[in-house]
């Protein structure tokens, strides 16, 4: 998520996702026993077109995936939890292009949940950069009872299909922490943001990114 909104951004998430979960939101679904190579389920979840973050469209030919963290870890905000929010328009933000902040697919250990498809631009990685017009935007699940290395492992297993089915090489998956961030609403740089962090070895691309990455070339 791009850092200009953040503290607008977690007050909306807190509210929206206690307003999500007072209405009767199901629970997280539960864990499957063994995940399978062939079992990647993705289920839909888009934002009505037309409508919030889809209000107006980009269209895009993706050559980068880009990873973040959601940095929430509120119970019961997992996956499905941030689609919800998505597709209600519980993310706005006053300092981008769109007014709402959008990405392509959330991951939690049990779930993938997409809300934008494919081929349209997000806004989640840096305002009118190439990380918004030219990628694909996955956050990854902080969520208290949450398991981070399931969430690694699926992560990974959907970089690796989205590698294959958009022709994206390894070289062109991609922390959230590459891109420069140069605020839309005003200019301001706000240089590169530590995301997702669990997978920075002092703020930058290390071993742990590495290992991530040869994971991903796992299942290739």
Same mark, same amino acid.
């Given at each position: ?13 807190a ?5 999500l ?10 864990p499957?026993?063994?995940?399978h ?15 919030? =973050?889809?209000? /107006?469209?980009r269209?895009? +030919?993706?050559? @980068?995936?880009?990873? *973040?963290? %959601?940095?929430?870890r509120? !119970?019961?905000?997992?996956a ?8 209600? =328009?519980?993310? /706005?933000?006053?300092?981008? +292009?769109?007014? @709402?902040?959008?990405? *392509?697919? %959330?991951?939690?250990?049990? !779930? ?7 081929n ?9 950069g ?9 956050e ?6 949450? !398991? ?6 699926r992560?990974a ?5 989205l590698?294959?089915r958009h ?12 891109w ?13 943001k ?14 742990k ?10 299942y290739?």
């Open positions: 998520m791009d850092s200009g909104p953040l503290p607008l951004l977690f007050t909306t998430f509210v929206g996702a206690a307003f979960l007072s209405c009767g939101t199901p629970a997280e679904a539960p499957s026993a063994q995940f190579r062939s079992s990647l389920k993705i289920n839909k979840a888009f934002i009505p077109e037309g409508r919030y =973050g889809r209000h /107006k469209t269209s895009m +030919s993706p050559r @980068y995936i880009t990873l *973040h963290s %959601t940095q929430n509120g !119970s019961g905000t997992g499905r939890t941030h689609a919800r929010l998505l597709q209600r =328009g519980g993310l /706005k933000s006053k300092h981008n +292009s769109l007014g @709402y902040l959008i990405w *392509h697919f %959330t991951v939690d250990a049990y !779930s993938i949940y997409q809300t934008l498809p494919t349209e631009q997000g806004q989640h990685a840096d305002y009118e190439t990380g918004n017009r030219k990628s694909i935007g996955i990854m699940c902080e969520n208290r009872g949450n !398991s981070r290395s399931a969430t690694l492992d992560t297993r959907l970089t690796a299909e590698m294959r022709n994206i090489p390894l070289r062109n998956v991609i922390p959230h922490r590459h420069r961030m140069i605020r839309y609403s005003d200019g301001r740089d706000l240089g590169h530590n995301c997702p962090h669990f997978l920075m070895t002092n703020g930058r691309p290390g071993s990114w590495q290992s991530f990455l040869t994971k991903v070339k796992s290739l």
